[in-house]
Nanobody, 123 residues
Framework: QLQLVESGGGSVEPGESLTLSCTLS????????LAWFRQAPGKEREDIAT???????TYADSVKGRVTISTDYDKNTLYLQMSSLQPGDTAMYYC?????????????????WGQGTQVTVSS
C-alpha cells in the first residue's frame, strides 16, 4: 500500500513563498500520476497541479504562474513550490497519486492520499 506524507506547510504573510514536500513510501514508478490538491473550509477539494510520468505538468488557473510542481525520483518526493501567496491560498494541501499514466482533475480518480498540510496566509 502506497503511503504519502506531506510536510512544509505553515503560516506566512501575503507575498511570501512556501515549498511543500510529499514523500512516498515506495519508488515513484513511471506509470503514476502525481498531483497536489487543496481544500479550504466550506469548499470542495480542488486540483491545483499535476505531473505525469513524462514530466508534463498542468496547473489550475488560480495558481498558474505562481506554483511549480516537480518530482525527485531518487528521493521518492513530490514538491510544490509556491510564491506570491495570498489569503485566498489558505487551505489544507494534499498530495495524491494514481496508478495510471493519465492525470485527471477529479479527486475521485486518485486512490492514494496524504494526510494534508495546512497553509495559512494572513497579515
Amino acid at each position: 500500500q502506497l503511503q504519502l506524507v506531506e510536510s512544509g506547510g505553515g503560516s506566512v504573510e501575503p507575498g511570501e513563498s512556501l515549498t511543500l514536500s510529499c514523500t512516498l513510501s515506495r519508488r515513484i514508478y513511471a506509470h503514476n500520476c502525481l498531483a497536489w490538491f487543496r481544500q479550504a473550509p466550506g469548499k470542495e477539494r480542488e486540483d491545483i497541479a499535476t505531473i505525469d510520468s513524462s514530466g508534463k505538468t498542468t496547473y489550475a488557473d488560480s495558481v498558474k504562474g505562481r506554483v511549480t510542481i516537480s518530482t525527485d525520483y531518487d528521493k521518492n518526493t513530490l514538491y510544490l513550490q509556491m510564491s506570491s501567496l495570498q489569503p485566498g491560498d489558505t487551505a489544507m494541501y494534499y498530495c495524491a497519486a494514481r496508478a495510471g499514466p493519465i492525470c485527471y482533475e477529479m479527486p475521485t480518480e486518485y486512490g492514494f492520499w496524504g494526510q494534508g498540510t495546512q497553509v495559512t496566509v494572513s497579515s
